[in-house]
């Protein structure tokens, strides 16, 4: 058993999948320890490889059948690679995690352009001077879309990742020329590092930063619905923390982000016992016809909190389009979400 277990893993790879149980195998004195999605990357518990045979340690987990995981090996000295998974995937940390994907996992074909697909353009900009963010200067990319038409905005937190690692401005290239969506144009500034948290921590600074900075640029450059004429016809899209401050945007300020994709929103934030400023405005504010989308990973620790801020949406009168998925928080699935989030609110009618 044990031998054949090693070679499968040298023959096709690590964790072994058999229908909805992925099976990790390490070769070696000692294993190191295991972190993944299925164990909340929990650096002080990592899951323990049990001993099979002399020298060859495994564990097994249980998985959906569409699941798609990242994980990695850590010992005391720092994380080691898995020798019979080639397969990495940047963490957007510094760090490099492993990834697998169980027997029904699905991966959105629209990160590479179609053929004959026309190209939206892609435009770096540097606002300067007396900004309301964090330094004197923030890098915004604007996407224009293949038509002369007006179009609503798309404002995209953490452009930058958005951009490189999501392949956005591929993605709705290929929805608009399969009119899958709507033309919409994007605006897409990129976040502020070390104060990225602050900034994204239901923050009206950086609100005013969208709406003035942002706003007055890509009106100069790009052909835009007017907002004044067509009040709430501007989204917000954003994951993790920038999911928190892409909702938090809606409810503050309707009459510009009428539709909010909430991508993992981190809503659990807690001071001394008291719950985020964004649950006071969902329980108090008067309701809008906000237009919202949320999807959650099953395999994150933000899966209750976004549970808990659905049901506070229904209870005040919104019908948020909600999705769980099975996986956890990286930008691949938020990738293949978002495709799903821009049909839902942009699609054709």
Known sequence: M????????????????DDTTATFVWEGEMPPGLLADFSD?????????????????????????????????????????????????TNGMGKMN???????????????????????????????????????????????????TPCPLLYVLDGQDYYKR?????????????????????????????????EYLCSDATIGFLVDEVLDLARSHLNLIDIHEQPGSYGILGASMGGLMALYAGLRLPKVFGTVISQSGAFGFDLMGQSALIHDLVRLYDRTSLTIWMDVGRYEWLLEVNRRMRGALHAQGYDPVYREYSGGHNYTLWRDEVVLALEAVYGMK
């Open 98 to 148: 492993h990834y697998f994907d169980m027997p029904d996992a699905l991966h959105t074909p629209l990160v590479r352009h179609g053929k004959g697909v026309p190209r939206g353009r892609v435009t770096r900009h540097i606002l300067r001077g007396d900004l309301p963010v964090v330094g004197a200067q923030r890098p915004v990319l604007l996407y224009h879309p293949p038509v002369d």
């Open 2 to 17: 044990t031998h054949t277990l090693l070679e499968r893993a040298r023959a096709e790879g690590t964790p072994l999948i």
């Open 41 to 89: 990357w929990d650096p002080e518990n990592p899951i323990r490889l049990s001993e099979a045979a002399p020298g060859v340690w495994t564990h097994c987990v249980t998985l959906p059948r569409d699941a798609y995981i990242e994980y990695a090996y850590v010992t005391p000295g720092g994380r080691v690679l898995d020798p019979f998974n080639p397969r990495q995937i």
């Open 166 to 198: 999501a392949s956005l401005t591929v993605i709705v290239d290929n929805l608009i020329a399969r009119q899958r969506i709507r033309p919409i144009a994007m605006a897409m500034p990129y976040h502020g590092g070390a104060a990225r948290m602050v």
